[in-house]
């Protein structure tokens, strides 16, 4: 099966009232284990290629990779950039075969960040690639995503800019933070603004980023076998469950894959010390991203059955 756009996968996810799951990949285990989820479930896919992924793995490789994947499922699946820092990566993207693309201008001005949007939005259009964009800016750090301090989405600035910029649609800062440490207190997001900024958008396409719950029994036991995670927390499943009946439509997750295999691996090495081939460690790693992202589809997105 051909790759997807999102255009028709967030139509009918508004209109249901949930959100499609947008996970980070990296290399082929991570993309076997999130295939293999979905095609149990039944689910559409979003996966999503972020700057360091692209150095790590290289795009043309996680590209191939995806396109093993779709013979051996039959999903609709959008490979997307996560964070395109500048137009030159987003063309590289575009015309490197991939169905939706993010530019991330949320560092510039507000101006700054239309021009830049804008310029990418023309180009992917006329591909037929459709462009997620940026207003706000979220904390944390991903891969080469950092910033010390939150901007919350301003509503009425959201309305004009997916106006001038013709994005397709428009990732928001509402609470959530990238990285393993989100929260020092309670976990709160803003649905007051998400659901003002809804309200004043219909129909269009919200996106959170940051959006990993950091599971506990994950932190515990990377920790246990010589990890040092510390007092790491995401953001509840119930509020992310929540946010798609407000418009939500993406949700990407990363942080909670990485700390899955991360946790299985190191559980599993210090249970078998004699062990030295990759393939003994990456099975029960590749399994572990598969039940997290499938428990993601039924418990988190709601998006099971929806193809």
Known sequence: ?????????????????????????????????????????RAPLILQV????????????????????????????????????DFEICKSCIDGGFSSV????????FEENIALTKRVVEYAHDKGVDVEAELGRLAGVEDDVSSEHSIYTDPDQAVEFVQRTGCDSLAIAIGTSHGAYKFAGEAKLDFDRLEKITN???????????????PQEFVKMANEFGGEIGSASGVPEELLRKAATFGVCKINIDT???????AVIRKYLAENPTHFDPRQYLKPAREAVKNMVQHKIKNVLGCSNKI
Request: hydrophobic share 45%; net charge negative; proline share 4%.
């Open 102 to 109: 993010m530019i991330d201008g949320s560092h510039l001005s």
């Open 1 to 41: 099966m051909p790759l997807t756009g999102t255009r028709e996968m967030f139509a009918r996810a508004y209109k249901e009232g949930y959100a499609v799951g947008a996970f980070n990949v990296n290399n082929m285990e991570i993309i076997q284990g999130i295939m293999a989820a979905a095609a149990e479930e």
């Open 200 to 214: 004043m958008l219909p129909n269009f396409p919200i996106v959170l980023h940051g959006s990993s719950s950091v």
């Open 256 to 262: 909670d894959i990485r700390l899955a295999m991360t």
């Open 50 to 85: 972020s700057a360091g992924a692209r150095k790590y793995a290289g795009q043309a490789y996680i590209r191939k990779l995806i396109e093993a994947a779709l013979i051996e499922d039959d999903l609709p699946v959008a490979l997307h950039l996560d964070h395109g820092q």
